[in-house]
């Protein structure tokens, strides 16, 4: 009868343990990207997304600003590339199409396949230097 009783409050905390966490593991919430830019030798590069934090399978609005000494960059003089993925599984770079939206601003659109951690790229050409932002997509 005494084992019987052990075994039983052996249970209910091996049992309270996955619930912990299980819950840990199960964020409802994901959190906001911090929009600071990013010093990439004489440009500042900055990446905002809409909605901040984002959701797995809803589009996202990617905004991507480049400015040279506080000011615009011009569109001649660098092209932002901007490829995501996740770090922890890697699925290639897939390139998301920018359009010009004025002098030092371009808007693309994404939708994340699924939630977790993700990172994307802003790679400036002719020159090749490259931003790495990481941020967290929600459930």
């Not at 991507?64 to 699925?91: C, I, K, Q, S, Y």
């Not at 390139?95 to 977790?116: D, N, S």
Request: glycine share 10%; aromatic share 6%; net charge negative.
């Amino acid at each position: 009868m005494r084992a019987h009783r052990v075994l039983s409050i052996l249970g209910e905390h091996v049992l309270l343990a996955v619930v912990v966490l299980a819950l840990g593991a199960c964020r409802v919430e994901a959190e906001r990207f911090d929009e600071s830019p990013q010093r990439v030798g004489e440009y500042e590069i900055t990446l905002q997304l809409d909605p901040n934090p984002p959701k797995a399978g809803t589009e996202t609005r990617i905004v991507v600003t480049v400015t040279r000494g506080g000011a615009p960059a011009g569109t001649n003089a660098v092209e932002p590339h901007l490829m995501v993925d996740m770090p922890e599984m890697p699925m290639g770079r897939p390139e998301v199409p920018l359009e010009a939206e004025g002098p030092g601003r371009w808007r693309g659109v994404v939708t994340f396949p699924m939630a977790g951690d993700w990172a994307a790229t802003v790679m400036l050409k002719p020159e090749g230097s490259e931003a790495r932002f990481r941020f967290e997509v929600g459930p």
